[in-house]
């Protein structure tokens, strides 16, 4: 067991807490500055462990990334992607609708595309989910080239 940001060797107590909590393997310390960023930025889980499953599979992302208009919560920047996590997917209102819709026009404007992944994705099928977006980052970087 070690932490996934800085390989650090974790005990039994750390790795059961960053578990309990976030559902990723983390040091105290990584696991402390984790859980000041969701108090900060009401971050939803889900994103923490796409986040990490991302970075398991070797796509550089960064979590919420503020792109002049609002937080983002997971960004890969390389390939100008942006992914929110949709936590209450099934009692989604029509004002949130269409700030989702907003939003989404912004990301645009500003040359990026955003997905939107419900959390019960990432919470079932994680593997899947990680999957899927590096095949949407083939295709955006091959759209880039093109241009
Ligand atoms: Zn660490």
Redesign the pocket.
Known sequence: MI??????ELGYIDHKNAMDSLGVE??F??HKRMKALIVKNDTPLEAIQLYYGLKEAGVKAMLEWWDGHKSVDIAISRVKLNIEIDSEYDKLTEEQAINNLEQAMHSFKNGFTTIRIPHILVRYYLNETVKNIIGIMEGLKANIKMI
């Open positions: 932490c996934l940001e800085c390989k650090k983390l040091c310390d990584h």
